[in-house]
């Protein structure tokens, strides 16, 4: 059974710039969940959607955004890049709901932002 | 405000040293915590689901049990594999979809 996937894997781009992220979840999940970890931070939650609808969003402004396809396919992306971005952007789905907890997790992309 | 708060941030064991991982937590309104493993340069991979004081989940070597403030972690008779950082999470009544994670505990487990 294939796990989550997400792409790139790796990027590297600069101040002012923007990104696009993508997460294919496990077959038949329909809840994909996108989260930011960084060193000091830690693991914060960017946004939740089901059936194409964003149901919870984080505190994050609002140059991050997302959506899903009718395929559960998701990608956020952001804009006008800053240093601070910097960090790895992992997706995660589950199958109806993120209310068991029991999120599968992709390997992430990790954005270097310079 | 919630907060997850682990504690320690690290723990160095001997093989065979059992121990105690911390997660505390003030919430409004608990649906669930949750612990995760996570390896370098992986994703978060999910250990247990509790929901209500006093229940308690086991796996190989992993112990979770929870009460009204806290939940801990018993990993016994660790072996190296088990080094990783672990993490808490909860979910909450007033934020349907979002995990709350706490720092995490590193654990490094020496032969």
């Known amino acids: 059974k294939a796990g989550v996937t997400q792409t790139p894997r790796y990027l590297i781009k600069t101040r002012g710039q923007q990104v696009t992220l993508s997460c294919s979840p496990i077959s038949g999940h329909r809840s994909v969940s996108w989260y930011q970890q960084t060193p000091g931070q830690g693991l914060q939650f960017l946004f939740e959607?089901?059936?194409?609808?964003?149901?919870n969003k984080g505190n994050f402004p609002g140059r991050f955004s997302g959506r899903q396809f009718s395929n559960s396919r998701s990608e956020m992306n952001v804009s006008t890049l800053e240093l601070g971005d910097s960090a790895l952007y992992l997706c995660?789905?589950?199958?109806?709901?993120?209310?068991?907890?029991?999120?599968?997790f992709g390997e992430g992309s990790r954005l270097t932002v310079l | 405000e919630d907060q997850v708060t682990q504690s320690p941030e690290a723990l160095r064991l001997q093989e065979g040293e059992s121990s105690s991982l911390n997660c505390s937590y003030t919430?409004?309104?608990?649906?669930?915590l949750f612990w995760y493993r996570q390896d370098p340069g992986k994703g978060p991979e999910f250990l247990f689901t509790?929901?209500?004081a006093g229940e308690e989940k086991e796996k190989e070597r992993l112990k979770a049990t929870l009460t009204k403030k806290e939940s801990f972690l018993h990993i016994t008779a660790p072996k190296p594999e088990d080094s990783a950082t672990y993490l808490c999470a909860v979910h909450t009544t007033d934020s349907w979809g979002k995990l709350q994670f706490g720092a995490g505990t590193q654990v490094v487990v020496t032969p």
């Open positions: 509790l929901y209500s």
């Open positions: 919430v409004s309104g608990l649906r669930g």
């Open positions: 959607y089901f059936s194409e609808t964003q149901r």
């Open positions: 995660a789905s589950s199958l109806a709901s993120p209310d068991t907890g029991e999120l599968f």
